[in-house]
Every structure is written in structure tokens, then in C-alpha cells.
């Protein structure tokens, strides 16, 4: 399986920036992609931005042209960069070990056989505030 610590979370202004990061251990060879989500108080869970194991990146409207997702040459650790922050952006972000190949015009790495044991594995998260 794989274990997911996230860290960078804080309390920004409007306008300033933060970045987060996901460090992955375990049975990291059998991801597909590595996925940012943000659930914000009586809100549902938000997909955010992805990154597959091929290196392609996705983000969902809301964020896209302010966040980036990326990762050292290892893969690992994953980060999201985000750019001028807004209020609405204030949730706690969590991050996704996907073994689905979910993003069909993706490029991904080939997984080992015993990967089929492996599930998806969620953070525990990091709350990021945005004071207006």
C-alpha cells in the first residue's frame, strides 16, 4: 500500500501564495497518479489538479491558471503550487495516490503485476486559510 503525508498548509492573505506538499512511501511504483483534492466547510469534496505517473497534468477549472502540480525527477514529493490565493480557496487539501488510470489522454508508466493488491490511499490533509 501506499502512505501519503501532506505539510505546507498555513494562513495567507488574499493575493499571496502557498505550496504543498505530498510526500508518498510504500508501494509508490503502482501509482497511476497523484491527485490534490480541497473539501471546504459544508462543501463536498473538490477535485483540484493531478499529475500522472507519465508526468501529464490536469487541473480543474476553479484553480487553473493559479495552482501548479508537480514533482522532483524521484516522483516524490508531489507539490502544489498556489498562486494568488482567494477566501474560497481556504479547505482542508488532501492528496490522492490513484492506482485508476482516470485521465483517459494521459501518460502513464507501466506497474508491476502485484500492484493489483494495491488500493488508493488518502492523506490526512493540511488547511489552507485565506483571510480576505
Known amino acids: 500500500q501506499v502512505q501519503l503525508a501532506e505539510s505546507g498548509g498555513g494562513l495567507v492573505q488574499a493575493g499571496g501564495s502557498v505550496r504543498l506538499s505530498c510526500a508518498a512511501s510504500g508501494d509508490t511504483l503502482c501509482v497511476s497518479s497523484m491527485d490534490w483534492y480541497r473539501q471546504a466547510p459544508g462543501k463536498e469534496l473538490e477535485w483540484v489538479a493531478a499529475i500522472t505517473s507519465g508526468g501529464s497534468k490536469y487541473y480543474s477549472d476553479s484553480v487553473k491558471g493559479r495552482f501548479t502540480i508537480s514533482r522532483d525527477n524521484s516522483k516524490n514529493p508531489v507539490y502544489l503550487q498556489m498562486n494568488s490565493l482567494r477566501p474560497e480557496d481556504s479547505a482542508v487539501y488532501y492528496c490522492?495516490?490513484?492506482?485508476?488510470?482516470?485521465?483517459?489522454?494521459?501518460?502513464?508508466?507501466?506497474?508491476?503485476?502485484?500492484?493489483?493488491?494495491?488500493?488508493?490511499?488518502w492523506g490526512q490533509g493540511t488547511q489552507v486559510t485565506v483571510s480576505s
Open positions: 490522492k495516490a490513484d492506482r485508476t488510470r482516470t485521465y483517459d489522454t494521459g501518460s502513464y508508466t507501466p506497474v508491476p503485476v502485484y500492484c493489483a493488491r494495491v488500493t488508493d490511499s
